[in-house]
């Protein structure tokens, strides 16, 4: 019982956060808290501490690089926002310039089926004027 209480076995659970010999983990009083409690029984705490500094660095390194993959996609996403915006309106004026172009030939063709219509009255009543002659 003497030699687990000098490892760290039993003190606050550090047992499942243990990752080597000499360092364990336990969770602190916050959620977003870890302690790290150092077995001053393993003298290996150059190298752990070396250890842990190239981790922090790698760390450091993906976040950096996940800052600079985020900013492309950003940068990225505002350009493919603003070639949308230049489609929807390059549609809708051509959309404009179509019901335009199709109203105006609506009513061109309506004129020229009345301009029709009054010629072949025109005809029927020449013809039966000069048919009763």
């Given amino acids: 019982m003497a030699s687990s209480s000098n490892r760290g076995g039993g003190y606050y ?5 243990r990752s ?18 150092i077995d001053p029984m393993h003298a290996d705490l150059d190298d752990e501490i070396s250890g842990l500094r190239k981790q922090v660095r790698q760390l450091k390194n993906v976040a950096s690089e996940i800052e600079s993959e985020a900013k492309f996609q950003n940068d990225f996403i505002n350009q493919l926002q603003m070639t ?16 335009k172009s199709i109203v105006q030939s609506g009513s061109t063709h309506v004129l020229h089926v009345v301009l029709f219509a009054l010629f072949c009255l025109m005809l029927v009543y020449f013809w039966s004027k000069f048919s009763r002659r």
């Fill in 13 to 17: 659970g550090a047992d499942p956060y």
């Fill in 20 to 37: 080597r010999e000499g360092l364990s983990t336990r969770q602190g009083t916050g959620s977003d808290e870890i302690q790290l409690r």
């Fill in 84 to 99: 949308l915006i230049k489609a929807q309106a390059g549609v809708k004026n051509n959309m404009r310039k179509l019901n």
